[in-house]
């Protein structure tokens, strides 16, 4: 934890800022070099195709979205490596944020050449129990003329490209849920990510939602 202290409070100025961030994991660190291994033992049988909410129609969804998912769990030790790395920064930006975050819950993306992930939120207001995204880009040797890249909007204008990043090995780009339209541009080659999402506790009554 101490060593990425410095990462973590720049996160929480970015964030207290503009409410969104683009930084780069030190190379080194060991919750980074962990989900490469992992991404080298993962097969494709391991990914499936990605959904949009709760709906089933795979024809629209194929419009939106063409990645492949694998959600990260505590049970697998590479993994769990990172959901706690994830965990620290929860528990940092909490206390410098107030942001009351709860859970977190992450999956690897792979875009196949052509696959793009058109302009979308990830959280609705009102309804929005999901309050930080999180990309992780897990992509080294990423070029110009790659495509891939994630665009993000502006969330008073949603016409309006604020920033373009490509997912470049250790960049990881926080940023609140409801606020910014993002799109993935389409890939020229295989696209891998992380892609996650800070929770509130919505518990009702005792029930804990999101489950843990
Ligand atoms: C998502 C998403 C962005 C990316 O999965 O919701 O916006 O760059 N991913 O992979
Ligand atoms: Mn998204």
Not at 11 to 22: K, M, N, P
Not at 131 to 153: F, R
Not at 197 to 212: E, K, L
Request: net charge negative; charged share 25%.
């Amino acid at each position: 934890m101490a060593t990425s202290t410095n990462l973590f409070e720049q996160i929480a100025l970015d964030l207290q800022v503009h409410g969104v961030s683009i930084q780069s994991l030190d190379l080194q660190e060991p919750a980074l070099l962990a989900l490469s291994e992992r991404l080298d033992i993962l097969s494709q049988q391991d990914f499936h195709k990605a959904g949009i909410g709760r709906q089933e129609d795979h024809m629209k969804n194929e419009q939106v979205r063409r990645d492949k998912i694998h959600w990260l769990e505590a049970s697998d030790p590479n993994e769990a490596l990172f959901l706690t790395y994830m965990q620290d920064l929860k528990v940092y930006l909490n206390r410098r944020l107030f942001l009351g975050l709860f859970s977190y819950e992450c999956h690897f993306a792979h875009y196949e050449p052509g696959a793009f992930y058109k302009k979308h939120l990830d959280a609705f207001k009102g309804e929005a129990n999901r309050i930080l995204s999180t990309v992780l880009y897990l992509n080294p040797d990423w070029q110009e003329g790659d495509g891939g890249e994630l665009a993000i909007y502006d969330p008073n204008d949603s016409e309006q490209v604020l920033l373009i990043v490509p997912p470049s090995y250790g960049t990881l780009v926080t940023f609140l849920s409801d606020e910014f339209p993002h799109e993935v541009l389409p890939a020229k080659k295989a696209r891998y990510s992380i892609a996650g999402w800070f929770r509130v506790n919505t518990s009702v009554a005792g029930n804990i939602d999101p489950p843990q």
